[in-house]
């Protein structure tokens, strides 16, 4: 006799109804950027400003009880986004399979994950932060949906 391990449940469907819906309009914009393009979205510096809107993101999260949500969307944000660059960067050739070059520096890939995650944070915590700190985490970001 096996003994069954108990399925973990998905992390989105304990999301709250209208941050999941935000969440799919976002990674559904996401999509639509070229890869090549996803740093002319990201947020270039880290303040005491950004610093102090993450730690009132995160202590939203802990009140709301959503830090397990938050971070599988985080992770499945920047999932899609290595996979993206993965995909992108290589090429088939007649001699076989290559890399391309064009994507920068990795140190500003680092930065597009960085700012996608504080952009992802403030669309799952939209209504639980304030205007001032939903800009600072969203950042360009925000143009990417109509809400």
Not at 34 to 41: A, C, I, P
Not at 100 to 116: C, E, Q
């Amino acid at each position: 006799m096996q003994t069954r391990v108990p399925e973990r449940p998905d992390p989105f469907e304990s999301l709250p109804r209208a941050a999941r819906a935000r969440l799919v309009e976002f990674m559904t914009a996401l999509e639509r950027i070229n890869v090549g393009d996803l740093t002319l979205y990201a947020v270039g510096v880290r303040d005491a400003e950004h610093d102090r809107a993450v730690a009132a993101a995160a202590e939203a999260a802990r009140a709301r009880h959503l830090e397990p949500q938050l971070e599988a969307a985080r992770a499945a944000v920047i999932d899609y986004v290595t996979h993206a660059y993965q995909v992108a960067m290589m090429r088939i050739s007649y001699v076989g399979p290559t890399t391309a070059t064009g994507f920068g520096p990795a140190d500003d890939r680092v930065r597009v994950m960085r700012s996608l995650a504080d952009a992802v944070t403030a669309v799952v915590l939209d209504d639980a932060l304030d205007d001032a700190d939903r800009a600072e985490l969203m950042g360009a970001w925000d143009g990417l949906t109509a809400g």
